[in-house]
């Protein structure tokens, strides 16, 4: 599989209508993909222990999607061979009273991944300039100074906030990588269906649901300008075809294994014969 395939290049204009949400599957049969994930979280599972052994890095993976794009699903079984004292999952709703009151960052950033350890975003800071920029009143509740709510390159200055944000963050060791889960609005419509008719899973539909999906094209239109403007090589955007949930846990199991095995670790040097002989005599004496 060629992961770059999916990556969006930085400055690229996108029309997000001829980038695929499927493509021909990497598995053969169910059972074909039961044991390329399985591959997939064996070698996940190793470079997490060599990332807590090493702690001079952090990963940290945004995730963000259309309703019903298997965001969840993708995190469950991508990360189920993960050690859960390594890895840290957060997702960001409506923001609170006291996170209004701050930068549209800050409360993100408190949520950032320590060294040697994976954190996961489900949905993100970018929450700010996608679901934000469709609703516009929510950017009337940030009590932002008039001149600022005023300003025409809102979204332009916010894309710089971001992507100035990721490069910091990424001379201090945390690697940033991005995976849109591009979904059909066919295959959305089809997924809203069978939470309606499933009772194990009406809990997951909502009239909410209906009301964003009336809001397509202007979803679509946030993110084509969105993705390549904040794009880069150290943290890059991976658009992912979503409408086969199985091949699309596939792609991104691979791309996190290819982003860890770029980082340059290793497991600390052993200590030396003399010094551990001296410590197993001094506890063999207690």
């Avoid at 996108?14 to 997939?40: C, F, G, M, R």
């Avoid at 940033?176 to 979904?183: G, M, R, T």
Wanted: proline share 5%; charged share 30%.
């Amino acid at each position: 599989m060629k992961t770059k395939a999916f990556r969006v290049r930085a400055g690229d204009s996108i029309n997000l209508k001829h980038w695929p949400t499927q493509v021909k599957p990497v598995y053969s049969s169910p059972d074909d993909y039961q044991k390329i994930l399985a591959e997939h979280i064996h070698d996940l599972s190793h470079l997490q222990d060599l990332l807590y052994a090493h702690n001079r890095y952090a990963l940290l993976l945004i995730f963000q999607a259309m309703d019903a794009a298997g965001k969840d699903g993708a995190i469950k079984h991508v990360m189920s061979g993960v050690n859960p004292q390594g890895c840290q999952v957060y997702s960001f709703k409506h923001p609170s009273d006291e996170e209004l009151d701050h930068d549209f960052l800050w409360r993100t950033t408190r949520c950032l991944p320590e060294r040697g350890r994976i954190g996961i975003f489900n949905r993100s800071y970018y929450e700010e300039v996608l679901v934000v920029r469709v609703h516009p009143e929510l950017l009337q509740k940030q009590a932002l100074p008039a001149e600022i709510l005023a300003d025409k390159k809102i979204w332009e200055k916010r894309f710089t906030s971001i992507a100035n944000q990721e490069k910091h963050l990424q001379r201090n060791g945390t690697r940033i990588v991005k995976f849109f889960l591009h979904l059909s609005k066919a295959e959305q419509q089809k997924r809203f269906l069978q939470r309606i008719e499933d009772p194990n899973k009406n809990w997951k539909f909502s009239e909410f649901d209906l009301a964003e999906r009336a809001r397509w094209k202007d979803y679509m239109q946030a993110y084509e300008e969105c993705l390549p403007a904040t794009s880069t090589e150290q943290a890059p955007w991976y658009v992912v075809p979503a409408d086969d949930k199985l091949n699309a846990r596939l792609i991104i199991s691979q791309i996190v294994v290819e982003t860890l095995k770029e980082l340059n670790m290793s497991y600390p040097a052993p200590r030396k014969p003399a010094e551990l002989a001296a410590l197993r005599k001094s506890l063999a004496k207690k």
